[in-house]
């Protein structure tokens, strides 16, 4: 019987009473007993309009008997439940659920990616998950989830860029210095850069990580939105509004 685990968040009506009932709708869906949940945390949203209210997060850990896909589809009718639209990526929201793993596989279909490909280096995903799931082991990142929030907070001050031959690593580069006007050091070997804060892989195709950790994957961001996706990844790790110093960006030779 799978052990599920979900994120959950809100930044547009009430965002508590949406939480209170996303999680009733949760029980439901869990086998009797099973359902832990963290506690709430007020986080600013990162990406999408401007504008927007602060979130309230939390996450959920259940077993299920359920499919993936089946339950999937429960996750959202939950969010239909309390009035989801989905007109504007990354805009505000009434309810947002995520299914972020389940059982220890990696699900890769049109309709659904597990792990999700966006939780590793979410401090918003991952401090809640870490009270309820903190020993849970990502199958493709190579550490607990515990693991991946200490690494986030407290790594290395770098970012670590990857790319094959005929990956996107130069416009990558060019977008980060251009943006955030980050210096960029190059290194022969991923393996030279100990616990990166964040790794970004340019690779055109799905590849097995550098080195452990934090780690955004260009083939899973949506096409033509790998710009936004790289800046909300870097602003996660290193907010503007903290005036956190640059990192540094290693690109291994290849």
């Known amino acids: 019987m799978p052990r599920t685990l979900v994120s959950l968040g809100s930044n547009l009506g009430d965002a508590a009473a949406s939480l209170d009932a996303a999680i009733e709708g949760l029980e439901k869906l869990a086998v009797a007993g099973t359902l832990r ?3 709430r945390h007020a986080t600013p949203p990162i990406g ?9 997060n939390a996450a959920a850990t259940f077993d299920s008997e359920l499919p993936p896909l089946e339950l999937l589809a429960a996750l959202q009718a939950i969010e239909q439940s309390l009035d989801r639209t989905r007109h504007t ?6 309810l ?6 389940y059982g220890d596989g990696v699900i890769d279909v049109p309709t659904l990616r597990v792990p999700h490909p966006r939780m590793s280096f979410r401090p918003f995903v ?3 998950a870490e009270e309820v799931a903190g020993d849970w082991w990502h199958p493709e990142c190579g550490a607990t989830i515990a693991q991946l929030l200490e690494q986030l907070q407290g790594g290395a001050n770098a970012l670590l ?9 130069h416009d990558v580069r060019e977008w980060i210095a251009a943006e955030r006007g980050i210096t960029i050091r190059v290194v022969e070997e991923a393996a030279a850069l100990t616990a990166p804060r964040l790794t970004i892989d340019a690779n ?13 994957a260009l083939v899973d961001c949506p096409a033509g939105h ?6 909300a990844a870097v602003e996660c790790v290193w907010p503007r509004a903290n005036r956190s110093q640059p990192p540094v960006h290693l690109a291994p030779g290849q």
């Open 204 to 216: 055109r195709t799905r590849t097995p990580a550098p080195v452990p950790g934090p780690r955004l």
């Open 48 to 56: 999408g309009p401007a504008g927007q209210s602060d979130f309230l």
């Open 89 to 94: 990526r990354w805009a505000a929201r009434t």
């Open 226 to 231: 790998w710009r936004e996706e790289v800046l």
């Open 96 to 101: 947002d659920v995520d299914l972020l793993l």
């Open 37 to 39: 949940a963290s506690s």
């Open 126 to 128: 991952l401090e809640p």
């Open 161 to 169: 860029l990857v790319a094959d031959d005929g990956g996107d690593d």
